[in-house]
């Protein structure tokens, strides 16, 4: 199974490495967003490595070099015209220019280069379609939490409905952009579904309003009974009803493929041996409001609803030297570290358990240490301490074993396992032994008047019940607050799940909410405490096997039943020249030569968040269903950061971590160019002092004697002409530089 993380990193390579000048040598040229792209999956030792004696930021002021370019940039107008300028006005400033662009280049913008004074040292142009997040080797990102308020928050007034809905508009547009990149850089065309839900309308901006729906069908039009009879007015009048952001969004993606397999008629290109086409299932966070809150204790979901783990991959902890004293550590969580990739999945029982027999195991595999093993977390701290001449393995250990203690103290603390059983009855309707709780209310007011427990778990607890009896009476609700004495925005949070098509009032003469999706009780053995299963499991699996409703979860145009044969026996296509690669001095994309794996792929998108739950789901799925299975969200989400969120969602945001502004109350953009530019744009640097073109000199003189200069902590960009410091540790420079000595004479 392919990683996203070594896919978008080989991708990124291979562009580097197809510019191969006379001279060897040649310049990267980035801007300030494409860096962090490079930086997330490379280091900056990496990049020296293939050639690259100099990284600039195409927003400095640089001194022309006799090297040719390899500009990693973003699509904008912006940069177009910085590209322009480096060759125009009698000004050179490299001998050519190799043009990669991380995502599509719009046809206007192509134009204007190659109708502009740069054309000529123009050697080549490429689209890589990698302008999304890796953050795991099966999970991906947006990285935008703000689009949870675009996509739930309700209009302001009446008058704002119009503006608030083409804002959404624009967002989903680049939300289908970004899922467009992974499928292309996937080389997927796959099938697209979506959640078109049956108990509640359309939520946020898309609710049904007489500023954005058609207008209604003339009087007597109703009589008709076929859907054909009653006309196309009707029909457009009572579409508003069903127009979801799940739908829209997947009608953007299907189009957005759709126009590049136009124009690259040869996509997907085939595969040895061939994989049977994918699917895309594009749900969103209203889908199920349960995960998001109820306490998970596998290791990786406890670790980030517990501690204090920042953007879900910085953690700081007391790291205890081989001198016996205690210092400030701040790890990072990635894929990198292979005792987080073993154990992340795992429950926080098992996961210790697998961390000790591991210690023990590498303690007897090393020379000199006596003893008898470690018996608990305890003694693997004070072994690990004796162990100085594994620095990184003693990290490791060190830093899971501290998140391991650290949440089991919280969990004895918050009295997590009497709270958590209040919540595993609410979301799955049943008790450990299997029967409905008859005495839940009972269980939990005396927990929600325990002052021990700390709010945000009242609030959780509150919310799960109130989605368990599908609304309450306003009086009862109000009882509930006062016994968690709940703060006003807490109980904003709660009846936030509003927005959310949830229902949390209910009258005495309310029905049931009929929902298609539910939960399906698990077959495999499992803790009391973890007895719910993200609905997303539901999904994927009823997918796979066939069983998933349609009506529910509908196909935008092609059914596998329908095109499954058809497709797989069409010869492949002739690939044709595009315009982009009609100039024969321009290369092109040079091959992957990686092995393909054949499983076929599963692609779940979440509009508004996904949880670790969910994303812990994907992988165990993957194993158990022999597919290659991907999950995406606009961003990850905790159980703090979701309370959070709900706080303020009536506000639009205002407030939040995300957007403490709120969103944008303005008027759409003129154009998806001008929204693509603004969202992309970095400023440009005041005019260069003599005191800094005798600096670059210097850092050009530091070059010729084979020794890379260091930038000033304050910016990714020191000067106009840097490495990039953010992309390698001290060491990693260090050995670069030792290998680069004595090679730079020009």
Same mark, same amino acid.
């Given at each position: 199974?392919?990683?996203?993380i070594t896919?978008?990193?080989s991708?990124f390579?291979?562009?580097?490495?197809?510019?191969n000048p006379?001279g060897r040598?040649?310049?990267?040229?980035?801007?300030?967003?494409?860096?962090?792209?490079?930086?997330?999956?490379?280091?900056?030792f990496d990049?020296l490595?293939e050639?690259?004696?100099?990284?600039?930021?195409?927003?400095s002021?640089?001194?022309?070099?006799?090297?040719?370019?390899?500009?990693?940039?973003?699509?904008?107008?912006?940069n177009?015209?910085?590209?322009?300028?480096?060759?125009?006005?009698?000004?050179?400033?490299?001998?050519?220019?190799?043009?990669?662009?991380?995502?599509?280049l719009?046809?206007?913008l192509f134009?204007?280069?190659?109708s502009?004074?740069?054309?000529?040292?123009?050697?080549?142009?490429q689209?890589?379609?990698?302008?999304?997040?890796?953050?795991?080797?099966?999970?991906?990102s947006l990285n935008?939490?703000?689009?949870?308020f675009n996509?739930?928050?309700?209009?302001?007034?009446?008058a704002?409905?119009?503006t608030a809905?083409?804002?959404l508009?624009?967002?989903?547009?680049?939300?289908?952009?970004?899922?467009?990149?992974?499928?292309i850089?996937?080389?997927?065309?796959?099938?697209?579904?979506?959640?078109?839900?049956?108990?509640?309308?359309?939520?946020?901006?898309l609710q049904?309003?007489?500023?954005?729906?058609?207008p209604?069908?003339?009087?007597?039009?109703? !009589?008709? $009974?076929?859907? +054909?009879a009653?006309? %196309?007015? /009707?029909?457009a009048?009572? *579409?508003?009803d069903?127009?979801?952001?799940t739908?829209?969004l997947?009608f953007?993606?299907?189009?957005?493929?759709?126009e590049?397999?136009?124009?690259n008629p040869?996509f997907p290109?085939?595969?040895d041996?061939? !994989?049977p $086409?994918?699917? +895309?299932?594009?749900? %969103?966070? /209203?889908?199920?409001?349960? *995960?998001?809150?109820?306490?998970e204790?596998?290791?990786?979901?406890?670790?980030?609803?517990?501690?204090?783990?920042?953007?879900?991959?910085?953690?700081?902890?007391k790291?205890q030297?081989?001198l016996g004293?205690?210092e400030?550590?701040?790890?990072?969580l990635?894929?990198?570290?292979?005792?987080?990739?073993?154990v992340?999945?795992?429950?926080m029982?098992?996961?210790i358990?697998?961390?000790?027999a591991?210690?023990?195991?590498?303690?007897?595999?090393?020379a000199?240490f006596?003893g008898?093993?470690?018996?608990s977390?305890?003694?693997?701290?004070?072994?690990?301490a004796n162990?100085?001449?594994y620095?990184?393995q003693?990290?490791?250990?060190?830093?899971?074993?501290n998140m391991?203690?650290e949440?089991m103290?919280?969990?004895?603390?918050?009295k997590?396992?009497?709270?958590?059983?209040?919540?595993?009855c609410?979301?799955?309707?049943?008790?450990?032994?299997?029967?409905?709780?008859?005495?839940?209310?009972?269980?939990?007011?005396p927990?929600?008047?325990?002052?021990?427990?700390?709010?945000?778990?009242?609030v959780?607890?509150?919310a799960?019940?109130i989605?368990y009896?599908?609304?309450?009476p306003?009086?009862?609700?109000?009882?509930?607050?006062q016994?968690a004495?709940?703060?006003m925005?807490?109980q904003?949070?709660?009846?936030s799940?509003?927005?959310?098509?949830?229902?949390?009032t209910?009258g005495?003469?309310?029905k049931d909410?009929?929902?298609k999706?539910?939960q399906?009780?698990?077959?495999?053995?499992?803790?009391e405490l973890?007895?719910?299963?993200?609905?997303?499991?539901?999904?994927?699996?009823?997918?796979?096997?066939n069983?998933?409703d349609?009506s529910?979860?509908?196909?935008v145009?092609?059914a596998?039943?329908?095109?499954?044969?058809?497709?797989?026996?069409?010869?492949?296509?002739?690939?044709?020249?595009?315009?982009?690669?009609?100039?024969?001095?321009?290369?092109?994309?040079?091959?992957?030569?990686?092995?393909?794996?054949?499983?076929?792929?599963?692609i779940?998108f979440?509009?508004g968040?996904?949880?670790c739950s969910?994303i812990?789901?994907?992988?165990?799925?993957s194993?158990?269903?022999?597919?290659?299975?991907?999950?995406?969200?606009?961003?990850?989400i905790?159980?703090r950061?979701?309370?959070?969120d709900?706080?303020v969602?009536?506000?639009?945001?205002?407030?939040?971590?995300?957007?403490?502004n709120?969103?944008?109350?303005?008027?759409?953009?003129?154009s998806?160019?001008d929204?693509?530019?603004?969202?992309y744009?970095?400023?440009?640097?005041p005019?260069?002092?003599?005191?800094?073109?005798?600096?670059?000199?210097?850092?050009?003189?530091s070059?010729?004697?084979?020794k890379l200069s260091?930038?000033?902590?304050?910016?990714?960009y020191a000067?106009s002409?840097?490495?990039?410091?953010?992309?390698g540790?001290?060491?990693?420079k260090?050995?670069?530089?030792?290998?680069?000595?004595?090679?730079?004479?020009?």
């Amino acid at each position: 199974m392919s990683s996203l993380i070594t896919t978008i990193r080989s991708k990124f390579l291979q562009a580097i490495r197809s510019v191969n000048p006379q001279g060897r040598w040649k310049i990267l040229v980035v801007d300030d967003y494409s860096q962090k792209l490079l930086g997330s999956v490379l280091k900056q030792f990496d990049i020296l490595e293939e050639n690259v004696t100099l990284i600039e930021s195409i927003s400095s002021y640089r001194e022309p070099q006799q090297f040719e370019a390899v500009y990693m940039l973003m699509p904008t107008t912006q940069n177009v015209d910085r590209i322009i300028k480096d060759f125009s006005n009698d000004r050179q400033q490299y001998i050519g220019a190799h043009l990669f662009f991380t995502e599509g280049l719009p046809e206007p913008l192509f134009e204007r280069l190659t109708s502009s004074p740069a054309e000529p040292f123009l050697r080549g142009l490429q689209e890589l379609f990698i302008n999304f997040w890796a953050v795991e080797a099966q999970t991906f990102s947006l990285n935008s939490p703000g689009l949870f308020f675009n996509i739930y928050s309700p209009p302001r007034n009446d008058a704002s409905f119009k503006t608030a809905r083409s804002c959404l508009e624009e967002e989903l547009r680049f939300v289908s952009k970004t899922i467009t990149n992974l499928c292309i850089t996937m080389n997927e065309f796959p099938y697209i579904r979506y959640h078109l839900p049956t108990h509640h309308l359309p939520l946020g901006p898309l609710q049904p309003h007489a500023q954005t729906r058609a207008p209604p069908p003339t009087e007597g039009s109703g !009589r008709w $009974r076929t859907n +054909l009879a009653r006309g %196309d007015v /009707a029909r457009a009048y009572e *579409a508003a009803d069903t127009e979801f952001v799940t739908k829209l969004l997947a009608f953007m993606v299907q189009q957005n493929l759709d126009e590049h397999k136009r124009v690259n008629p040869d996509f997907p290109k085939p595969s040895d041996p061939p !994989r049977p $086409r994918g699917t +895309l299932i594009i749900t %969103d966070r /209203a889908m199920d409001a349960v *995960a998001p809150l109820i306490h998970e204790f596998t290791y990786q979901a406890m670790c980030n609803d517990l501690l204090p783990i920042e953007d879900g991959t910085k953690y700081t902890y007391k790291f205890q030297s081989s001198l016996g004293t205690f210092e400030d550590k701040t790890a990072t969580l990635s894929d990198a570290d292979t005792v987080w990739t073993t154990v992340r999945h795992m429950h926080m029982r098992e996961a210790i358990d697998k961390l000790m027999a591991d210690f023990n195991k590498f303690m007897e595999e090393n020379a000199g240490f006596k003893g008898e093993g470690a018996a608990s977390l305890n003694d693997m701290k004070d072994m690990l301490a004796n162990l100085p001449q594994y620095q990184e393995q003693r990290e490791k250990f060190s830093l899971h074993l501290n998140m391991a203690q650290e949440c089991m103290t919280i969990f004895e603390k918050d009295k997590l396992s009497l709270v958590a059983n209040v919540e595993q009855c609410c979301a799955t309707g049943l008790t450990a032994e299997g029967k409905s709780p008859k005495t839940l209310v009972e269980e939990m007011v005396p927990l929600l008047d325990n002052r021990d427990i700390i709010n945000p778990n009242k609030v959780r607890m509150v919310a799960l019940y109130i989605m368990y009896r599908d609304g309450v009476p306003d009086e009862d609700r109000r009882r509930l607050y006062q016994h968690a004495r709940l703060s006003m925005p807490e109980q904003d949070a709660v009846n936030s799940l509003l927005h959310l098509g949830m229902r949390i009032t209910r009258g005495p003469t309310d029905k049931d909410t009929k929902k298609k999706l539910k939960q399906k009780s698990s077959q495999e053995e499992e803790y009391e405490l973890s007895r719910y299963k993200p609905l997303l499991r539901t999904v994927v699996e009823d997918h796979v096997n066939n069983k998933l409703d349609t009506s529910l979860f509908p196909y935008v145009k092609d059914a596998p039943s329908a095109t499954t044969t058809s497709a797989s026996s069409r010869p492949p296509s002739t690939p044709t020249t595009s315009l982009r690669s009609a100039k024969p001095s321009w290369h092109k994309a040079v091959r992957l030569n990686a092995p393909v794996d054949s499983r076929q792929r599963v692609i779940v998108f979440v509009a508004g968040g996904m949880t670790c739950s969910e994303i812990r789901e994907c992988y165990a799925l993957s194993g158990s269903l022999n597919k290659d299975i991907y999950i995406g969200s606009t961003h990850t989400i905790t159980p703090r950061q979701f309370i959070d969120d709900l706080k303020v969602l009536e506000l639009g945001g205002v407030g939040s971590r995300a957007i403490p502004n709120g969103i944008s109350l303005n008027a759409a953009h003129q154009s998806y160019q001008d929204y693509y530019d603004e969202k992309y744009f970095t400023p440009d640097p005041p005019s260069p002092q003599r005191q800094t073109l005798t600096v670059q000199k210097d850092i050009g003189s530091s070059f010729r004697s084979g020794k890379l200069s260091k930038p000033s902590p304050s910016s990714p960009y020191a000067v106009s002409s840097t490495s990039v410091n953010s992309f390698g540790t001290a060491g990693e420079k260090e050995e670069k530089k030792k290998k680069k000595k004595g090679l730079f004479h020009f």
